[in-house]
């Protein structure tokens, strides 16, 4: 999109929609080039509400790829089980999220914390992004959990086109503009 308008505003910092695509589209090519092809391409999201969850959403939609948003609220075994439920075999964090892996048994999960420098370089040089598949409206785009009410969460599939009618109806509902902002 070569849209200049702001369309994220955090802690004193904005982005462009063209900067928040070409950041997706950057994080989209280092996911697949650092995903192994034998697995699913599912990438597990352990963020807060931050400019990097909203990237990670796009990437995943840019990018032809699962994202699936793990429970910040988990602790331990259960969180474990999420994320391989999840089948995730990369998992974005941010610092205030690490501490939740502690003693975590994450063998065949790379782990990325999305303000180290090695996930900086990555994004950096990313080559232009060629999408991992070609999606249609009935793909996943994440996997979400349910709260666990009723016994452990499950993981949802969220379709790209329920992003799509879901951003539609919001839009309607709560009247917004392109002068408005993330």
């Keep these: 999109m070569q849209d200049d308008a702001v369309a994220v505003r955090y802690a004193g910092r904005t982005w462009t929609w063209r900067e928040h695509l070409a950041e997706a589209a950057a994080e989209a090519s280092a996911m697949i080039r650092q995903a192994d092809p034998a697995r699913p391409l599912h990438v ?17 939609a840019l990018g ?53 420098q090695t996930y900086l370089d990555a994004v950096g040089a990313a080559a232009p992004l060629v999408p991992h598949r070609e999606v249609v409206a009935a793909d996943p785009l994440m996997l979400i959990f349910t709260s666990g009410t009723s016994g452990n969460p499950k993981a949802v599939p969220f379709a790209h086109v329920m992003a799509v009618l879901s951003g539609s109806s919001l839009v309607l509902q709560l009247d917004v503009t392109p002068a408005d902002v993330c």
């Design 44 to 60: 597990g999201v352990l963020l807060g509400n931050i400019p990097a969850m909203l990237r990670s959403m796009a990437a995943a």
């Design 64 to 116: 032809g790829y699962v994202l699936c948003g793990i429970n910040t609220t988990r602790r331990g075994d259960g969180l474990l089980a999420d994320i391989r439920r999840s089948d995730c075999q990369l998992l974005l964090i941010d610092p205030d999220h690490r501490p939740l892996l502690d003693g975590l048994d994450l063998s065949g999960i790379t782990v990325i914390d999305v303000t180290s």
